[in-house]
T-cell receptor, first 115, second 109 residues
Framework: DTGVSQDPRHKITKRGQNVTFRCDPI?????LYWYRQTLGQGPEFLTY????????KSRLLSDRFSAERPKGSFSTLEIQRTEQGDSAMYLC?????????????FGPGTRLTVT | GQNIDQPTEMTATEGAIVQINCTYQ??????LFWYQQHAGEAPTFLSY????GLEEKGRFSSFLSRSKGYSYLLLKELQMKDSASYLC??????????FGAGTRLFVKA
């Protein structure tokens, strides 16, 4: 357990529904990433936050995806009008804000299944 | 484009040494990472290289050659618990981290 938590751990939804996932990073970590991972692949970068500011977002991400980190603590990732291709593990990772830090601490992930 | 290549699978024997290679072609370079991921679990950090050379950490070592776009992860004294996927990742610049597809290592008795 890295100290990063994600909720829910599993989500099954029907195509076309909206879903929202939550990530709670380690409390002193001010940097946060969201990734998507499918079977047999490495994590794919979705977006990056430093405190509450979203500083980078993948160009691969469609407008159906949005992420927020309103108070620089927890973050949410919303997928609107889900498609079967959105089925994947969604991972959150955080990094300490102090000093030269590069190790990403990953949460356990939310597994999304779109039927 | 950004590309990271690593072998899909490797098999090694308990107690042996294994080297997992990674080559990358990215628009920039600001560090290379190795992560371990057991099946059904999240990745965990193993190493970080930003300068050429070898970084050693216990049974694990990681090497980087920036001019060749090449890295390897060396695992010594293999244990059954080392059976996992090993992910090579590069930070090309900015904040994005690009991961390879991973190398699945099977350690046999």
């Amino acid at each position: 357990d890295t100290g990063v938590s994600q909720d829910p751990r599993h989500k099954i939804t029907k195509r076309g529904q909206n879903v929202t996932f939550r990530c709670d990073p380690i409390s002193e970590h001010n940097r946060l990433y969201w990734y998507r991972q499918t079977l047999g692949q490495g994590p794919e970068f979705l977006t990056y936050f430093q405190n509450e500011a979203q500083l980078e977002k993948s160009r691969l991400l469609s407008d159906r995806f949005s992420a927020e980190r309103p108070k620089g603590s927890f973050s949410t990732l919303e997928i609107q009008r889900t498609e079967q291709g959105d089925s994947a593990m969604y991972l959150c990772a955080s990094i300490p804000g102090q000093g030269v830090s590069y190790e990403q601490y990953f949460g356990p992930g939310t597994r999304l299944t779109v039927t | 484009g950004q590309n990271i290549d690593q072998p899909t699978e490797m098999t090694a024997t308990e107690g042996a040494i294994v080297q997992i290679n990674c080559t990358y072609q990215t628009s920039g370079f600001n560090g290379l990472f190795w992560y371990q991921q057991h099946a059904g679990e999240a990745p965990t950090f193993l190493s970080y290289n930003v300068l050429d050379g070898l970084e050693e950490k216990g049974r694990f070592s990681s090497f980087l050659s920036r001019s060749k776009g090449y890295s390897y992860l060396l695992l010594k004294e293999l244990q059954m618990k080392d059976s996992a996927s090993y992910l090579c990742a590069v930070r090309p610049g900015g904040f994005k981290t690009i991961f390879g597809a991973g190398t699945r290592l099977f350690v046999k008795a």
